[in-house]
């Protein structure tokens, strides 16, 4: 049932401060450390296990999902066990949302009897209408423009990860300039709550101009990224998201064109997405056209000028046209990981925003009362 508290919802990280997402991806670092001793298959010795946070115990998480989905169901309903909670699916099928009843009602009749909701859905004003009216956090699990615990993913991953990037030679003249970097440059030192402390990367995105870029957009910048996108003229950002992204300050440190070997220089880190999204397929003939010569290769990267270390990510589910098979299962991928990820980041956002209604990061004394085995 409803609180007395304010409700926050989770959109976008664009709705996010800085220290809000620091915040989330320590504590996600935090659930995926104390959650693992826990799905280890157990030795006969006795083992001091400490308990994850119980912040879902007797409460129920909605997942109300219109589109399929792997990664985001099975991150769900994984992560809502280990708070102790219970996630309910509800699919386009099972409901009357859409049917014979408003979002608006949906929101008050599922905010009623759930303690949280998760919705996956197809236009963003979906979301935007079920937050409105819902009495309990609605949270972003896919829409037309933003994805949110998809992008905390990919940072916790690329956190993790940080001693793969070596850093760059700051007297070098070469492309990009590093120079103003130095002063920021903390690679292998941890910042508080534990996580890798990673230095400023340039990230490259080749590819349509979807929700998983979207929230990039808006966050990377903001940690002291920088990106660089390539697409077609046509797939740029929709202007209600890049107003969001000129809000934030992120357009400064943001190169936008058309040439994906531009975009790959000096990249650390080059992602993609499906150029095909649920609902485009009758698109398909026209987009694979409009993108051909995107799909990530050793040898796009190598002749726009990748930094020698690059390493690959993506959303997840991949298509060949995207990425060949010598980079997606290759030693630069981080796709994996990524996709594990997404079960320890969402962990988190249930619990700080569902179980706990408090966004901000968990201190450490309440972190060391949590029990033991």
């Known amino acids: ?63 109300l999902f219109s589109k399929r989905s792997t990664r985001t169901r099975l991150a769900s309903e994984t992560s809502v066990a280990l708070l102790g909670g219970r996630a309910l699916f509800l699919g386009s099928e099972d409901i009357q949302l859409g049917v014979n009843e408003t979002p608006r009602d949906t929101a008050r009749v599922i905010g009623g009897m759930a303690e949280g909701i998760f919705a996956r859905v197809g236009d963003h004003a979906e979301i935007e209408e079920l937050a409105k009216y819902s009495p309990v956090p609605v949270l972003n699990a896919l829409s037309s423009l933003w994805h949110p615990t998809q992008i905390l993913a990919d940072l916790l991953t690329l956190h993790e990860n940080a001693h793969l990037f070596a850093i760059p030679d700051l007297n070098a003249s070469a492309e990009p300039d590093y120079k103003n970097m130095k002063s920021s440059i903390k690679t292998r030192t941890r910042a508080k709550g534990g996580l890798p402390e990673l230095r400023p ?157 408090f966004i901000d990061p968990i201190p450490e004394k309440e972190k060391k009362q949590e029990p033991k085995k």
């Not at 006969?44 to 007797?58: D, I």
Request: hydrophobic content about 35%; some cysteine.
């Open 201 to 357: 990367l340039t990230v490259a995105y080749v590819g349509d101009s979807a929700n998983v870029l979207h929230d990039m957009l808006v966050t990377y910048p903001r940690l002291g990224h920088s990106m660089r996108v390539a697409s077609p003229p046509k797939y740029r950002a929709p202007p209600e998201v890049w107003k969001r992204v000129e809000e934030l300050g992120c357009d400064k440190d943001i190169w936008w064109g058309e040439d994906p070997k531009e975009a790959v220089k000096g990249a650390d880190v080059v992602v993609t997405d499906t150029w095909i999204s649920m609902g485009q397929e009758a698109e398909k003939a026209q987009r694979l056209r409009d993108f051909h010569g995107y799909q990530v290769t050793e040898a796009l990267c190598r002749e726009g000028g990748a930094n020698p270390d690059w390493k690959f990510m993506h959303c997840l589910p991949r298509k060949q046209d995207e990425v060949d098979d010598e980079v997606f299962y290759g030693p630069r991928s981080l796709v994996f990981p990524e996709a594990d990820n997404r079960k320890w980041t969402t962990m988190a956002v249930f619990d700080m925003f569902i179980g706990k209604w």
């Open 1 to 63: 049932m409803a609180s007395t508290k304010s409700v926050h919802h989770l959109m976008t990280l664009a709705d996010l401060s800085v220290p809000q997402i620091r915040g989330l991806l320590s504590h996600s670092l935090h659930c995926k450390q104390i959650s693992k001793p826990w799905l280890e298959p157990q030795s006969g010795k006795k083992q001091q296990l400490r308990m994850p946070s119980q912040s879902l115990f007797n409460k129920t998480v909605a997942l």
